[in-house]
């Protein structure tokens, strides 16, 4: 990979779609891919306008972050949260847990395993070389990572014909997100990122209780211990052994409302030995609300790890002060090393298709304050 500036700029993943898009993909237009394609070159020309150093798809060809693997693998079946009602053990639970935090449940939709999986075709690799063939910057793309997989795909009463446990599931996922990584790294991709939101709902009380918005929430049944322990397993046999790209992970509490409350609270001091053991290279991770608390905590990553560091708030409309950002960001820099330190949003502007958090336009604004940031940081 060229090398990059000090405190490199990019985005977590999602962008806002084109109200055009969305309407495309409802009523699956015939021209779908090639309205994806412009959609996406829009989401490159903004980000590059703004100032970023490492441009990302936006997500543009996906219903939400992890739901694209749906048209990727067969044995998946995408159902939304309404769907899955009627599959959950606890109905009035489930019910009163997607009320309580503000969601609509036609507005998520999960892939469910209903077969043994098989990849019909590249998951991200595609995307990659359409970003390559049009931008000049260093290239970043997004993957759902294979913890958050193994809970959100496996629902017992759809799932166990194919694979009796989720145990049973867990070493396909593994062998497609390798194969992947592997080739990605082939084709000289500069960044991968797995997304593991829901590792914070095994540490973080809140509204949710143990359960997050996701029915990735429904699969846990071991202590909160061992699933952790589950979750570092994973990540290390996705990559272990593959070099070339940055491998990251992406842990948040959430990015479905912009109601802060219902989100999940809690500092990552709890996932800091499982980061430890975990063979990324770098930790993106959300600082820029009082609910990921101190910056301190970063001090406990792995010592050559970076911090892709969350330091401005995708779900506002606030346009953050570059000086403001650039004062925070000094003070992670004086705790790992100006080297260490890449600049994001918390997470993405657009994670579900039909429920962005931000339109576009303040999307770019915002990535254009951590750029000035980042040209403050480096005089």
């Not at 029915?215 to 397993?233: I, R």
Request: hydrophobic share 45%; glycine share 6%.
């Amino acid at each position: 990979m060229a090398a990059l500036p000090l405190f490199p700029v990019t985005s977590v993943g999602s962008w806002p779609r084109p109200d055009w898009l969305l309407k495309a993909m409802k009523r699956r237009a015939p021209d779908l891919r090639g309205l994806q394609d412009e959609a996406t070159r829009l989401a490159i020309r903004q980000q590059e306008s703004a100032g970023v150093d490492v441009v990302v798809d936006g997500e543009q060809r996906r219903d939400n972050f992890y739901s694209f693997l749906c048209e990727k693998l067969d044995g998946l079946k995408l159902m939304t949260m309404a769907d899955l009602l009627d599959h959950v053990e606890d109905k009035a639970g489930f019910e009163a847990l997607l009320q309580t935090l503000d969601v609509p449940a036609f507005a998520i939709k999960n892939p469910t395993v209903v077969g043994r999986l098989s990849r019909r075709a590249p998951l991200v690799l595609d995307d990659f070389r359409f970003l390559r063939a049009n931008s000049k910057l260093p290239v970043k793309v997004t993957l759902p990572g294979p913890y958050l997989l193994s809970r959100s795909m496996w629902v017992k009463s759809l799932s166990q014909a194919a694979y009796p446990t989720r145990g049973e599931l867990i070493d396909d996922l593994v062998a497609i997100l390798r194969d992947e990584l592997e080739e990605l790294a082939a084709a000289g991709c500069e960044m991968v990122q797995f997304d593991e939101p829901v590792l914070t709902e095994l540490v973080f009380a809140g509204k949710s209780s143990t359960r997050t918005f996701m029915c990735a929430a429904l699969a846990a049944q071991a202590s909160p211990e061992s699933e952790l322990d589950l979750a570092v397993e994973l990540i290390n046999r996705v990559v272990d052994g593959v070099s070339g790209p940055i491998t990251a992970m992406h842990v948040c509490r959430g990015n479905w409302s912009r109601k802060e409350e219902v989100l999940l609270e809690g500092p990552y001091d709890p996932l800091m030995p499982s980061f430890r053991r975990m063979h990324v290279r770098q930790f993106v991770l959300e600082h820029a609300t009082d609910r990921a608390g101190p910056l301190e905590t970063l001090a406990q990553l792995p010592p050559s790890a970076q911090v892709g560091l969350g330091a401005v708030n995708p779900r506002t409309s606030e346009i953050e002060d570059p000086a403001a950002v650039a004062a925070r960001v000094r003070r992670v820099a004086d705790l790992l090393g100006r080297e260490r330190v890449f600049l994001n949003p918390d997470c993405g502007f657009g994670t579900f298709a039909e429920r962005p958090v931000n339109s576009a336009d303040v999307a770019e604004k915002k990535l254009a304050t951590l750029a000035a940031a980042a040209r403050l940081l480096r005089r």
